[in-house]
Each structure stands twice: as structure tokens, then as C-alpha cells.
């Protein structure tokens, strides 16, 4: 079941040598189960489309009855990568990971979450190089997420797992892109979604217990 709720949704977007906080007024709702250690986070359930006459790249996964997309649009000089969360086509939420290329040896990312009516879903995405074949995304509490590379996206990429915002496993530790051998392309460490969140929360607290004494 799912069901519609607008709230402000604040996550943390970066990728490499950027940091940027985004906000997201839609809000959805979605009871979904976690990925188990192992096991693809695109599934069945992927697509993905090229516009070449657009510049436009996008890889789709079904999470909850949610559709998410990452999309990669190119420039000139550089491309942008962005998440939107949709329900039978409308815009319900989104997370900007920035412009740029991926460097030689490096990959490009985004983190962030989106509060789900009361759940969180935390999202990884991005982009890596055309020989990498999968990714291995850890979690804070041990569990490894893998990703297949689907050929069609080019390079695109992207995890949405469910959880609570401050627990260890709404962290991102470790990204991994790996080669048709299981050899190590590429690896980031990005950095902590839950102690930020924490940090916003001490602040909201200290906020609201100075208007308390006013």
C-alpha cells in the first residue's frame, strides 16, 4: 500500500570532491522490504532508455510499488545526475548529485534519503566506468548491497534501501565497482548520512529549547 504525504525530506548529496545539502518537499509513502546481503538492488524490475537526441541517459527501479529513477543528462563539458521518485507518474521526491566527470580511477556518487511517511528510504547512486560490471555498496552495520551494471545505462547506477535514519545501516561506508573479474575498478568513501542527520537533529534541539526560554 501506498499512500501520499507531503513533508520536508532532508538528505546529503555528493560526489567526488562535492558536498551539498538537498532538500525535497515530496514526501512518499511505501511498505517495502530490505535488501538482503548478496542480492541485486535493480532485480527484475530495471530499465533503462537512452535519448541520444536529448543527452539524456536513465536507469528506472521499482522499490515498494516506487518508481526511482537516475538519470544522467550530458553537456559539453560535463553531465548531471539526479534522482526523481515517482508514483504513477508524478514527481514525488528527488535528490541532485551534481556536474561533472568521473576521473580516472574514480567513480561519481550521490548519497542521500527521503522520508517515506514516517519511513526512510536511503539512496545511493551514480555513475562508473564502461568495464565495470557491478558494485558492492556496505552498509554501517556490515551488509554489502550489490548492484549489476545494466549495459543499457552506460554507466549508471543506483541502491535504495529502507531504514531508520540514524541507524547503522542507513550509512553508506564503502562503494566498491568491480570488473567482470571481481577485481576492484574503483572504491569511495562517502561520508556519514547519520551523523549529519544527528547533527541536525542537536541543532534543532538546541534551537527549540532557546525559543522555550525566550
Known amino acids: 500500500m ?31 522490504e530490505p535488501s538482503r546481503s548478496g542480492e541485486s538492488s535493480v532485480g527484475g524490475n530495471a530499465t533503462a532508455t537512452a535519448d541520444s537526441g536529448s543527452g539524456e541517459t536513465r536507469l528506472s527501479v521499482e522499490v515498494g510499488g516506487v518508481n526511482w529513477t537516475v538519470s544522467r543528462t550530458d553537456g559539453p563539458d560535463e553531465a548531471c545526475i539526479g534522482v526523481v521518485a515517482t508514483l504513477h507518474g508524478e514527481e ?11 576521473e580516472i580511477g574514480h567513480m ?8 517515506i511517511g514516517g519511513d526512510w528510504f536511503n539512496l545511493a547512486y551514480g555513475e562508473v566506468a564502461p568495464e565495470t560490471r557491478s558494485l558492492d555498496v556496505i552498509l554501517g552495520d556490515g551488509t554489502v548491497l ?32 568491480l570488473d567482470a573479474g571481481g577485481s576492484v575498478i574503483a572504491q569511495e568513501t562517502p561520508p556519514s548520512l547519520v551523523a549529519r542527520r544527528l547533527q541536525a537533529q542537536a541543532s534543532v534541539a538546541v534551537a527549540e529549547a532557546g525559543s522555550g526560554d525566550t
Open 2 to 32: 501506498i499512500r501520499r504525504e507531503k513533508r520536508l525530506a532532508i538528505g546529503v548529496g555528493a560526489t567526488v570532491g562535492v558536498l551539498a545539502v538537498v532538500l525535497t518537499a515530496g514526501a512518499i509513502s511505501a511498505n517495502t
Open 92 to 102: 514525488l521526491g528527488s535528490l541532485g548529485g551534481g556536474c561533472g566527470r568521473p
Open 146 to 177: 550489490r548492484h549489476t551494471v545494466v549495459p543499457e545505462a552506460e554507466g549508471l547506477w543506483i541502491v535504495v534501501s529502507p531504514g531508520q535514519p540514524t541507524s547503522l545501516g542507513s550509512d553508506f561506508v564503502l562503494i566498491k565497482a
Open 108 to 115: 561519481r556518487f550521490g548519497i542521500g534519503g527521503i522520508d
